[in-house]
């Protein structure tokens, strides 16, 4: 019998060759020297297919108003301007209160809870059909990879409207046996790591239980909060319900300190979290705050050590780092010290850093000017204080604000890379012998909003996650997220939660 032979088939995703022509081997050898495992070929998304206006006044009433200043908004990959947008006055947040308050009083508070619930559904259903140009904006305004705005911020968002619109006729079974009621003007201040994601995680709870809102978006990404804006005009959203102006931290702070603004809502650094919270002392106003962190991801000796990678990869890389749940730091038991950096260091070089509207982007652009400088002056202070910087050698664009993904090790407990939120592509690694020693180096921090846990056994999950403090702990995974789960800090990371019916307590009396 004549032997066959099967012809030799190069695999392929969707018909296009995997390898390159040639020996493999060398091919990998050869690309790795450039310090990236495979050469991809760029798919940039097509920015042609949304549409943005070159000029953005304040949305209150339900209508665009103009105001005296206006201010640029960047593309922090390309520093290009994108458009302008309006700083709020005093005189526009008083406008805007006022007009929040008069929809409060005359509509949002009066209608039944079942059509409050109709509205919320319908934004959430007219996000979900401008998803793709609610995620290209998001990526040029703010410098995040198209593939997390994508498959992260905007389903969750829009998650977000479709859980709580669910809650709006249901808060009697949310809060049985108490009779809670709505509280008024919610004002809302939001930072730029998720503006739309934060956008709904606090305009969705505040409208499912009657209050109406003021929101304001960071002074670095506008956009998305505009186009938000297009979206309750487009659901008809009454005027007034939903108020949103662009501005800076004075901007914040009039609206937090209007006699009208009954429930704050801050999310952002926890500096300005205590500014308000001495701003709000001895008023009525209810207050919730969402601040920093700085989470240990501990990995112990038994754990699916691949696996943990990614979950680091994703827990500080992806993003940029802008997290303010990141996994920025890295508590490895000794015993695996050695082949945990290995992997680490392999995997770092693949991370594809550029461009945020290609979709194999992994690492974006730093979202400012300012939050790069405070990234480079904190990696300084690792060097100068002793730590050894491991950083990736990619490539970086010649415009833009970037920083290669980086890992610390001989990192002490005192360092301030140990300490401080460096919101920034910076992992600082420290290790420990025992599962005490590691809860107590994990609880060793001002910040209590995030941790993650790698290990095989069950019992050493439940009892890591009873010792350490911190809102959310994630067990063999990092990052991620569910409206239906709450969210929210100990100590320093603030106070209250977001999402879950825990969410509805900020916004009801
Ligand atoms: P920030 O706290 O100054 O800004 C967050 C928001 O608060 C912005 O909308 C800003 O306009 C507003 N704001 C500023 N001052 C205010 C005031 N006095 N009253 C009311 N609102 C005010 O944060 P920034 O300067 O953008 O970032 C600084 C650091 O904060 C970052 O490097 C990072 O470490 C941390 N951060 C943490 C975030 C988190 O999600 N927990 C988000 C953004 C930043
Ligand atoms: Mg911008």
Redesign the pocket.
């Known amino acids: 019998m004549k032997t066959r032979t099967l012809p030799f088939k190069k695999p392929t995703v969707n018909g296009s060759i995997l390898f390159p022509p040639g020996n493999v081997t060398e091919y990998i050898e050869k690309t790795e020297k450039k310090n990236s495992a495979w050469v991809y070929s760029k798919s940039i998304e097509d920015p042609k297919h949304i549409s943005l206006k070159q000029k953005y006044d304040l949305f209150i009433n339900g209508k665009w108003i103009k105001t005296n200043k206006y201010f640029d908004t960047i593309n922090p990959s390309n520093e290009k301007v994108i458009a302008q947008v309006g700083y709020a006055s005093v005189k526009d947040v008083d406008l805007a209160v006022k007009a929040a308050q008069k929809a409060y009083d005359k509509v949002w508070n009066r209608i039944s809870p079942k059509e409050r619930g109709k509205y919320i559904y319908r934004i959430a259903r007219i996000i979900q059909e401008k998803a793709r140009e609610f995620a290209v904006i998001e990526s040029m305004d703010g410098g995040k990879p198209v593939k997390e705005s994508k498959g992260i911020d905007v389903p969750l968002a829009l998650a977000h409207f479709f859980y709580y619109a669910g809650w709006a006729d249901k808060l009697d079974y949310a809060f049985p046996g108490k009779n809670v009621s709505s509280i008024g003007v919610a004002g809302q ?5 998720f503006p739309l994601l934060m956008a709904a995680w606090k305009i969705a709870p505040a409208l499912a239980c009657g209050n109406t809102v003021v929101i ?4 670095t990404t506008p956009l998305t909060l505009f186009k938000l804006a297009e979206v309750m005009q487009e659901a008809e959203l009454p005027d007034g319900v939903v108020n949103i102006i662009s501005g ?2 004075q901007t ?2 009039f609206i ?1 300190n209007h006699p009208l603004t009954k429930k704050i809502a ?4 926890t ?2 979290g205590k ?2 919270m001495r701003q709000t002392a001895g008023t009525d106003k209810k207050l919730t705050l ?3 962190g700085k989470a240990a991801n501990i990995i112990f000796e038994d754990a699916p050590i691949d696996a943990a990678i990614e979950g680091i990869i994703s827990g500080i890389y992806f993003n940029q780092g802008h997290v ?1 749940c990141a996994g920025s730091r890295l508590l490895v038991q000794e015993s695996i010290k050695n082949i945990v950096f290995k992997k680490l260091t392999h995997r770092l070089k693949s991370l594809r850093v550029g461009d945020p509207l290609d979709k194999n982007t992994d690492v974006g652009a730093i979202n400012s000017k300012m ?1 790069l400088e ?1 990234i480079k002056l904190l990696v300084k202070s690792g060097i100068s204080e002793g730590a050894v910087i491991h950083q990736s050698e990619c490539e970086l664009p010649d415009k833009g604000y970037w920083f290669r993904p980086t890992f610390f090790t001989e990192v002490a407990q005192s360092h301030r890379i140990a300490n401080e ?1 460096i ?1 920034g592509p910076v992992l600082s690694i420290l290790t420990f012998r025992t599962p005490a020693e590691a809860v107590e180096k994990a609880n060793n921090t001002f910040y209590g909003l995030s941790a993650g846990v790698w290990t095989d056994k069950g019992s050493k999950i439940f009892k890591t996650l009873s010792k350490i403090r911190a809102g959310v702990v994630w067990s063999n995974t990092y990052n991620k997220f569910n409206p239906a789960s709450p969210f929210g800090g100990y100590k320093e990371s603030g106070f209250g939660r977001e999402g879950g019916r825990q969410g509805l307590e900020a916004y009801v009396k």
């Open positions: 201040i939001i930072p730029w790591n304001k978006s960071a002074e800076d931290g914040g702070s937090v801050f999310t952002g650094s500096e300005v500014i308000i969402e601040l920093g303010c939050q405070k939120e919101f």
